[in-house]
Nanobody, 124 residues
């Protein structure tokens, strides 16, 4: 079992930055795949970024490439999402997810463990 807790959301103006954190507990993530998803009102859950914990390989969704960065702190079992040049369309609830077996990193159905989400609101 893995417990995930997100933090760092808030209200920011367009063009600014925000850093989200995801604290994982219950077990080490050494063989897991972790990811960030987001969901805006009335829209489907969208893949934002993913990371293979065993080798550090990262993946970004097309809408955030060049602006967002996913990273980890192995010692602290923490996952981060650095969001730069934020746009109003980035407004959503952001979720941290994890699973031990993930073939398609961008598919939310692949993940068994989810955090409660943190709200990010970008004003124009």
């Amino acid at each position: 079992q893995v417990q995930l807790v997100e933090s760092g959301g808030g209200l920011v103006q367009a063009g600014n930055s925000l850093r989200l954190s995801c604290a994982a507990s219950g077990r080490a993530l050494s063989s897991y795949t972790v990811a960030w998803f987001r969901q805006a009102p009335g829209k489907e859950r969208e893949f934002v970024a993913g990371l293979r914990w065993n080798n550090g390989n990262t993946y970004l969704g097309d809408s955030v490439k060049g602006r967002f960065t996913i990273s980890r702190d192995i010692a602290k079992n923490m996952l981060y999402l650095e969001m730069n040049t934020l746009k109003p369309e980035d407004t959503a609830v952001y979720y941290c997810a994890a699973d031990g077996i993930v073939y398609y990193i961008s598919r939310s159905q692949q993940y068994s463990y989810w955090g409660q989400g943190t709200q990010v609101t970008v004003s124009s």
